[in-house]
């Protein structure tokens, strides 16, 4: 159960105390036999009345609680004598009661955070020492977190408890530890990612990752690199593909130097980010060619590129994104593979953010590019090169760069890494298009329901959501704001801040039930920020 959504706070409202009286029966009445059961199962505690309450609630639902109060005698006052004698030297005691939470919400952080809230509380109070009596099949736990046991165990033979106490310094201590053991237990202590890399993956892509490495010359492995090219080339319809160590910064390099050979002038897409960088590796290997460049998000036209087409026939080559990353918008690889077979030009494709996010089919395309650690949903550190003619090394292209250097020794010139490809085989195994196309459409509903503003249409991966804030409202604090709260969206890189964007990216494998709890948050986030704005 996550408790992405939990709000934690001081219980004040009627329906609130409602809801403790049935916690506190369901736990002490039921599960641990201390008090005798009633027809109405609402149990009050008989120091209700100078009881502060933490409470956990989800939406109105009070799933945990943990009461503190300060007026002796304490619970322990009638169970041992002079208790005093076993607390720290000038101790401000407070009593510790009534922990409760509700059994779908246990093995979760809910226990840390009615803690925090607790220990918050009892700072402010002016309380040095909080005491509990610990039930004996959570001390193990108790300790963890930072009550040191001390006396003897309380309670009759049918519930006996460990008198414990904590202080600040105890509980500081133990944090960092008590946060490592949740995440070992739980997993959601790490923050979520909706990144567009590194993305979150596969618990069998990350077990694939941690098998000791193998040599790259094994007959183990190159039987694992051909397994893993075919299986590329059947998701994309590509005759031939070449697996390199490296980024898609380097399949694109080896794009370019192929492009190098080929006779003619170019024409390059630029309506985003990475149009612009697919120009920047034309600029650096010195290759002729011409732009289409328009505004970001702004659509390149079909009748624009035959326009140009038509204007130079020396024109032998189209290289674009497939998916413009910086805003989320898709190309149809079909009408523009159907353009350059009119005109007699080889359509050049970058993929990184496409393969694996929706389907492809690069069967009579040039050259294109993928990697490993976006929508493919491993670990960054792979690129892909797909292409449609069988390629010869070239003495004239640097050896790292020359994919035919790749094709003529079967995918492995040079050294390689068996974790990333273990990794990459596992992850294809779990591709579900539908799915990321079902989730995607449930959170752009829910953000357009929370009233944010967002790139759409036909023509946008469903992988990558673009939302647009308004001028008074600053990406970085909104992002930053989400942050704190577990949830990590993209908007730091440059060309995001400057024109306020936010991205919420589904790329690699994810939980829907998180996603969907992040959204929650995100949509809080946004009406806070709202507010304030408002208020100023």
Not at 3 to 15: G, H
Not at 108 to 131: H, I, K, P, W
Not at 198 to 225: L, N, T
Not at 249 to 278: C, H, W, Y
């Given at each position: 159960m ?11 409202d ?115 020492t ?19 046991p ?8 049918h ?10 310094e ?32 596969h ?92 505004e ?11 326009s ?6 020396w ?40 393969v ?93 329901e929370?009233g ?13 959501i ?8 600053c ?33 690699g ?28």
């Amino acid at each position: 159960m996550s408790n992405l959504t939990l709000q934690y706070k001081i219980a004040s409202d009627p329906d609130e105390f409602q809801q403790i009286y049935s916690l506190n029966y369901q736990t002490f009445v039921e599960e641990i036999p201390q008090h005798k059961k009633n027809d109405s199962r609402k149990l009050k505690d008989r120091f209700h009345d100078e009881n502060t309450y933490v409470i956990a609630k989800a939406e109105t639902e009070v799933v945990g609680m943990i009461a503190v109060r300060s007026v002796r005698p304490f619970s322990l006052d009638l169970k041992l004598e002079d208790l005093d004698q076993y607390l720290p030297l000038h101790s401000v005691p407070c009593e510790i009661r009534l922990l409760s939470v509700k059994e779908e919400y246990r093995s979760t952080r809910v226990f840390y955070q009615l803690c925090d809230c607790l220990v918050s509380y009892c700072l402010e109070m002016g309380y040095t020492t909080a005491l509990i009596s610990g039930t004996v099949r959570q001390l193990k736990l108790y300790k963890r977190i930072g009550f040191r046991p001390f006396a003897e165990l309380v309670g009759d033979e049918h519930a006996k408890f460990q008198p414990m106490y904590l202080t600040r310094e105890s509980f500081e201590n133990s944090t960092k530890a008590f946060h490592r053991l949740m995440t070992r237990k739980t997993g959601e202590e790490r923050p979520y990612s909706l990144l567009p890399g590194p993305v979150p993956r596969h618990k069998k892509v990350e077990e694939a990752f941690r098998i000791d490495a193998s040599s790259h010359r094994s007959s183990a492995f190159q039987q694992e690199m051909e397994e893993v090219r075919m299986t590329l080339r059947e998701m994309t319809h590509a005759n031939h593909v070449q697996v390199a160590v490296g980024t898609g910064t380097l399949a694109n390099d080896m794009v370019a130097a192929q492009l190098k050979r080929v006779p003619g002038n170019g024409l390059i897409l630029v309506n985003g980010e990475f149009g612009s960088r697919l120009m920047n590796h034309a600029i650096r290997f010195d290759l002729s060619f011409y732009t289409i460049e328009k505004e970001w998000n702004e659509k390149i036209t079909l009748n624009e590129i035959e326009s140009v087409l038509q204007r130079d026939p020396w024109i032998k080559w189209l290289w674009t994104v497939h998916c413009e990353t910086s805003t989320g918008y898709l190309y149809d690889i079909g009408e523009l593979l159907s353009l350059c077979h009119k005109y007699n030009v080889e359509l050049c494709i970058d993929a990184c953010s496409s393969v694996g996010a929706v389907p492809v089919d690069f069967n009579n395309v040039y050259l294109a590019t993928s990697v490993s650690g976006k929508a493919l949903g491993s670990y960054p550190g792979l690129a892909l090169v797909f292409h449609r003619d069988e390629l010869e090394p070239n003495q004239s292209i640097p050896r790292y760069l020359d994919v035919g250097m790749y094709a003529e020794n079967n995918g492995i010139p040079y050294t390689h890494s068996s974790n990333l490809l273990g990794a990459l085989k596992e992850s294809m195994r779990v591709i579900d298009y539908e799915k990321n196309l079902s989730l995607s459409r449930k959170v752009r509903q829910l953000l357009k329901e929370g009233g944010f503003t967002i790139l759409e249409g036909e023509s946008y991966s469903p992988c990558v959501i673009t939302i647009e804030l308004n001028r008074e409202q600053c990406s970085r604090q909104f992002g930053d704001a989400c942050k704190k709260n577990g949830i990590l969206l993209s908007y730091e890189s440059g060309y995001l801040i400057n024109r306020n964007w936010v991205q919420v990216a589904l790329m690699g494998f994810h939980n829907e039930r998180k996603v969907l709890n992040a959204m929650v948050i995100v949509n809080k986030e946004f009406h806070k920020m709202k507010d304030s704005k408002v208020m100023q």
